[in-house]
């Protein structure tokens, strides 16, 4: 599903815009100056991307059986097995003869008799979907110890019915080895089920039973990778937030356990509460931001696991681990093929570098015990990678004296880029819109490495995109400072979430993006190459015993298409009139566009009944001077792009 943009009509000038002569109230004047400026950061809206919510498994990596290697904590999570009248079989999860040390536990059948037969079945998440037309990849490691029969491969409608079969051989070996089918699908299917038939008698191991539609990019779904590419992001964080520090050292993100063939990548326990399969890991991410054009951004553990979980530190002595995962990860991205890692990325089929340029250490870390790692972490990447700029983390709270304190210890010890995280009800949004303002030019820079306007029931309203909108106008007109700033969490799927809000929710076969959404694609879509000094007279108005600013703005410059633009949210219910004077020196051509994102409440939000209840609509406007007053709908997010004959 495409959010959609309608282009309509050219809307007449009497309807919103008018000579500013003939207006007497006129509640604000925008005055604006293009020949005083300063740069924008190209990246400065990115993706954060962290396997929570089923972002990644039952989400962007498009296997559809869950559970396929077995490594779950409860081994037979996704799992049914039904013997069939009169067959005298058991079942365990073994550990003896694994795949491979990565991946140590399968399944196996020791059947007595080949009267009647042993059905293994997989409901995937909420069901495996399954399009008419459409060929899937089966496969499955099988090793066989004196058995004798067949295996019988099924994909099962909702009524239980098998709509394709295959038989995948009767001779399995006594070593592991690979099976594999294809099954073109020949009904469209919401809720299927994968079903293997293990008919023979003797003992029969499998391990990676995979389902995996040929409609996939490097094992992402399409519909959602798509969502995505709309965004069209700067950069791309990745693989977390919490889901890098773990809740202890034992399941915190490591890299290399997440590359290689699918059955090579050493599965693990999610901080999260769920098991990640890794079939998306740190090369999938690497050719996903250069898919995207994104600059990647990687984010490492610091020998720290979650400090609000009950931190688990590796001692100092032993660090050394850790640092050389980072060394080896620049060396894996960006190094010669001639390089062992770099020979890895080689043999993966890139030998092109991915130029790497930014790494994060560390996520939400804090005190003593971060900074004295992060130290050896600094010298040993500035060592021998002096190119890289290394993110610094800051702690969870974005105020306050452990903020404060970890800006001083940044300043104080030559960190580049501080990273901050800002969850926040909507009106702390609109109240610190000029947090940004006051930031020291010499200091780090900054990237918001996550941030959400969080409403009373943490709902995706229009409430929520106009604070974060809001906010965001701060960060453009602060560009200077600001390098990079990414909404959080990315994806939910529900039933299977630990986190709202988030910016886009899917299920099996749908997808939509919530305000949020919309206005991140609006605003990177209508970045621009600088930021435009201009200014907004303001009332300041009082809501519940606190002062907020009646409307909140930036300007910018777009120099491939010579378009200025404007940007004003207006958070509260009345609409607004305001006179745009723009310096006589740019002179307007007299074409543009309008885009607004509204809705008639506030607490309105997109759901799959309704995804596309607040998306932008895009209005052809003409015929317009440097001086006109436009009004401002109330609970709106307005870009202005109002064309030049030249800055
Ligand atoms: O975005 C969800 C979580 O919020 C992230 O994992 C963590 O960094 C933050 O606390």
Redesign the pocket.
Known sequence: MKPRILISIVVFMAVLFFPASILADIDHVMTVNPSSFSPISPILYGIFF?D?NHAVDGGLYAELVRNRSFEHTDHMEGWSVILDKGCKASFSIKSERPVNGNNTHYLSFDIESDDGCVILANNGYDGIPLVWGENYTFSSLIRGDEYNGEIEVHLIDEQGNSIIAAVLGSDFDDLWEKYSVILEVPEDCQYGRLALIVKGSGLISLDMISLLPDKNWHGMRPDLLEMLEELRPGFLRFP????VEGDSLENSYRWKDTIGSAEERRANYNLWGYHQSYGIGFFEYLLLAEYLGAEPVPIFNAGISCQVRGAEYCPMNTMDVWIQDVLDFIEFANGSVESPWGAKRFELGHPEPFNVTYIGIG??NWGNEYHERFTLFQKAIKDRYPEIVILFSGP?SYEGASFNRAWRWARQNGVEMLDE?IYAVPEWMLRNTERYDKYDREGPKVMLG?YAAHEAGRRNTLQAALAEAALMTGLERNSDVVIMAAY??LFNRPGWSQ?TPDLIWFDNTRVYGTPSYHVQKVFNRNLGDIIVDSSLTDEAIEVIGYWFKSLYHSCSFDYETGDLIIKVVNPWPGDKEVLVEINETTKLTGKGEMTVITSSSIFDENTFDDPEKIIPITTVLSDFSNRFTFTFEGNSITVLRLNTWSL
């Open positions: 962290e929570i977390g937030g919490c889901l996520n939400e969870p995280h996550e959080a969490p986190w």
